[in-house]
């Protein structure tokens, strides 16, 4: 411990380290291609890819069908339909 610290009293150390504004969760992102610093909402606005080096980023099914579809023009195809087994097959083991 250097003489400085001796002699700052603790409470001010503590005080310091609690005027730290915090800085939410999720708003930067870094490329890892380029180990580019992004912000978020830049990286959206050109579909997940980096500005710097082109990298695609990995987009998830519900966010690619997002960026696919138009907001009113989505309605799931086929929600009714029912699986069949043509061929009644039958396992040793019953199924949960």
């Known amino acids: 411990m250097s003489w400085f610290q001796k002699i700052l009293p603790p409470k001010i ?3 310091v380290q609690a005027d730290k504004k915090s ?3 999720g708003l930067w992102s870094k490329c ?3 180990n580019e610093v992004l912000y978020r ?3 959206e606005s050109n579909l ?8 695609h980023h990995r987009v ?13 023009g989505q ?5 009714n339909i029912t699986p ?3 061929l009644k097959f039958k396992d040793s083991k019953k199924y949960p």
């Open 13 to 15: 150390k503590r005080r």
């Open 23 to 25: 800085m939410p969760e």
């Open 41 to 43: 909402a830049d990286l």
């Open 84 to 86: 069949l087994d043509p």
């Open 60 to 72: 998830g099914a519900r966010a690619r069908l997002k960026m696919l579809l138009d907001a009113e």
């Open 32 to 34: 890892p291609a380029c």
């Open 75 to 79: 309605h799931e195809l086929g929600a």
């Open 48 to 55: 997940e890819v980096c500005p710097k080096c082109g990298h």
